[in-house]
Nanobody, 123 residues
Framework: VQLQASGGGLVQAGGSLRLSCVVS????????VGWFRQAPGKEREFVAS????????SYVDSVKGRFSISRDNAKNTVYLQMNSLKPEDTAVYYC?????????????????WGHGTQVTVSS
């Protein structure tokens, strides 16, 4: 399974961005896809995840009500719509896929990772 994230950029506080994660390869092996982020000097943290076939979602508390994760199976793509962005959302954002049939926020339990895309929110 390969993942390719895109859509990052520079945006002012209060603005919006939509990240995309294109998934290729043995997608039938996947149970869920998650978005993570890593700010300078900080550990990588979970942002949101979605079940690949069923649409069940999970979010970290800090983005609830502002971010929305969705998937388009026909396009093999998972999206992260980010609204009301804050400077503290600045980070490199990664998408990852998990094979085991449970949703999890644990970084180490994801099996496949893509390269990140930079999101910078100016104040």
């Amino acid at each position: 399974v390969q993942l390719q994230a895109s859509g990052g950029g520079l945006v002012q506080a209060g603005g919006s961005l939509r990240l995309s994660c294109v998934v290729s390869g043995r997608t039938l092996d996947m149970y869920s896809v998650g978005w993570f982020r890593q700010a300078p000097g900080k550990e990588r943290e979970f942002v949101a995840s979605v079940r690949w076939s069923g649409g069940t979602t999970s979010y970290v508390d800090s983005v609830k009500g502002r971010f929305s994760i969705s998937r388009d199976n026909a396009k093999n793509t998972v999206y992260l719509q980010m609204n009301s962005l804050k400077p503290e959302d600045t980070a490199v954002y990664y998408c990852a896929a998990r094979k085991q049939p449970t949703l999890t926020m644990a970084t180490v339990q994801y099996d496949y990772w893509g390269h990140g895309t930079q999101v910078t929110v100016s104040s």
